[in-house]
Nanobody, 118 residues
Framework: VQLQASGGGLVQPGGSLRLSCAAS????????MGWFRQAPGKERELLSAIRWRSGNTDYADSVKGRFTISRDNAKNTMYLQMSSLKAEDTAVYYC????????????WGQGTLVTVSS
């Protein structure tokens, strides 16, 4: 499985941004996909996850109500719609894939930088 993240950039506080993660390869092996982020000096944080087949979602408290995860199975693409962005959302955002039979996220995209600043 290969993952390609895109959509990062500079946005003002209170603004919105949508990240995309295109998946290729053995798509049928994917059980779930997730969005993580890592800010300078901080540990990587799981923000949200989505079950690839059912579409069931989970969110971390830090982004619940502001971020929305979704996927388009026809395009093999996952999205993260981010709104009401804050300076503390500044980080490198990664998408990751979890395959059936595994509890870890074993496949990772390259990361895309989101900077929230005026």
């Amino acid at each position: 499985v290969q993952l390609q993240a895109s959509g990062g950039g500079l946005v003002q506080p209170g603004g919105s941004l949508r990240l995309s993660c295109a998946a290729s390869g053995n798509i049928f092996s994917i059980n779930a996909m997730g969005w993580f982020r890592q800010a300078p000096g901080k540990e990587r944080e799981l923000l949200s996850a989505i079950r690839w087949r059912s579409g069931n979602t989970d969110y971390a408290d830090s982004v619940k109500g502001r971020f929305t995860i979704s996927r388009d199975n026809a395009k093999n693409t996952m999205y993260l719609q981010m709104s009401s962005l804050k300076a503390e959302d500044t980080a490198v955002y990664y998408c990751a894939g979890q395959i059936w039979g595994r509890s870890n996220y074993d496949y990772w995209g390259q990361g895309t930088l989101v900077t929230v600043s005026s």
